[in-house]
């Protein structure tokens, strides 16, 4: 897969750019930026709900539950919406070849001290490996990237190698299938928002199929594995 990471950090950054300095407040960035440099931590949709997110978790390493989603991950993984990159990190050192994907920059800045492999792009536009990946993360609610599940789990089979599979993180909600725009300090985005049921009544249509519905923390996060039909 080394091929695949070439435009990526592929390790460790400098001594200078390790820690937290002042200067990531400097960086510029868009929506979600203030939230992944700790300034924010809530998205407010234009229905009024309050989502409540919780970057020093992102900022930490895996925690036991994304373990979970982890073990799944059992050949390279591409991570749509990385973020500060704790899971590819996490996989990396698994020896799990694999990649982020965020358009922030500072999700650049924060994966780069982390070490994590990481590119600044669009998810939706051209990617390393395409076609050849084996699993396709879309944790922390990412499921609601462009404010169309049905458009992003569509670029994620895209990715995808034959075999392979879309873990996706869902709401609470069981039911909920909810798309709009949502809104930080810094400005609003289109979002979405999906529960497992609701993914697995929609999954057929994009001929997909829910294989595995795992919940953990006493219910407050549940993950699914889909493949093709």
Known sequence: MSELLDDAWPGPAADADRGRPPALRD???????????????????????????????WRAGASPDDRRLLDRCTGPTVDLGCGPGRLVAALTERGVP???????????????????PMVRRDVF?????????????????????????????ARAVRLLAEDGSVLVETNPDPDEW????????????????VGA???????????????????????SRTFVELRRR
């Open 27 to 57: 960086v510029p960035g868009g929506t979600f930026d203030a939230v992944l440099a700790g300034r924010g931590t809530r998205l407010v949709r234009d229905d009024g709900v309050v989502l409540a997110w919780d970057p020093a978790r």
């Open 98 to 116: 694999a990649l982020g994907v965020d358009s922030s920059p500072v999700a650049r800045v924060l994966c780069r001290r982390r070490g994590a």
């Open 125 to 153: 536009g051209p990617l390393p490996g395409e076609g050849t990946w084996s699993h396709v993360l879309l944790a922390d609610g990412n499921i609601g990237i462009g404010g169309d599940p049905g458009r992003l789990l």
């Open 178 to 193: 909810w798309c709009g725009t949502a809104a930080t300090d810094e400005g609003a985005v289109p979002w979405a928002c």
């Open 197 to 219: 049921a609701a993914l697995g009544r929609a999954a057929p249509a994009l001929g997909l199929r829910a294989t595995t519905v795992a919940t953990v923390s006493a219910g």
